[in-house]
């Protein structure tokens, strides 16, 4: 019983309206996914080498009896829900109830340290508006500002000369820190600097940022578009 597939919560969800319970279940979204187990080179399902998968899958099967303390509490609860239903002493008491579970590994089939991420042009948007100089809870001691401008310096670590940079920091309104550039044209330290100064103030209005950091997009699109075809 139950759903075979999720794709009545799917369209529920793209109509707005609220999905019933029983339109979602494990069994609906593991139906949508499957591990090729086949061994059989005849078989339909193309058949790939090791030296093709990124991923190896591994499995594992179990079987244990229901423990009687399980059983009971499951009798229970049937009652509960359908005291017209009566099961058979056999089918109470029996010691044949089985669970089956399968463990499904994933094994990388490649070198982890050989694996290159893609350039990225990367643009931060960073809140410093007046509710930034709270805490988190009571038991933090630096604020939702410091937090931030810690983990903004943090990420610099990561990006390479190859990559491109942008910071827009904004309150009421929208300040460019760091226009879009590649990063071996920016001075990171000095960067640093003027991202650790930042304090929180004034109120908080998200749109005006994201508007200025679309539109920096816009216009490094247009360059590299410009560019390609020159």
Do not use: W
Request: include cysteine.
């Amino acid at each position: 019983g139950g759903a075979k597939d999720i794709n009545t919560f799917r369209k529920r969800v793209d109509a707005n309206a609220l999905p019933d319970v029983s339109s979602i279940t494990y069994e609906g979204i593991f139906n949508e996914y499957f591990f090729d187990t086949s061994t059989n080179v005849n078989d339909d399902e193309k058949q790939y080498s090791t030296e093709e998968q990124l991923m190896i899958p591994t499995y594992c099967f179990a079987r244990t009896k229901v423990p009687a303390a399980l059983r009971k509490a499951q009798k229970l609860a049937a009652d509960a829900s359908e005291p017209t239903t009566t099961a058979t002493n056999d089918e109470q008491d029996s010691d044949d109830q089985f669970e089956y579970f399968i463990n499904v590994g994933l094994n990388e089939n490649f070198d982890v340290n050989a694996m290159k991420r893609n350039k990225l042009n990367l643009m931060i948007v960073l809140d410093y508006s007046g509710s930034m100089r709270s805490p988190f809870d009571n038991k933090s001691k630096e604020s939702k500002m410091q937090v931030a401008n810690q983990a903004v310096i943090a990420l610099f670590s990561h990006l390479t000369d190859e990559d491109r940079l942008g910071v827009i920091k904004f309150d009421n309104e929208f300040t460019i820190v760091q226009p879009m550039k590649f990063i071996k044209d920016i001075d990171m330290q000095e960067l640093s600097n003027t991202v650790t100064q930042i304090k929180p103030n004034g109120g908080t209005n998200m749109e005006v940022a994201y508007k200025a950091a679309t539109q920096c997009y816009t216009q490094l699109f247009e360059t590299m578009t410009a560019n390609a075809s020159s």
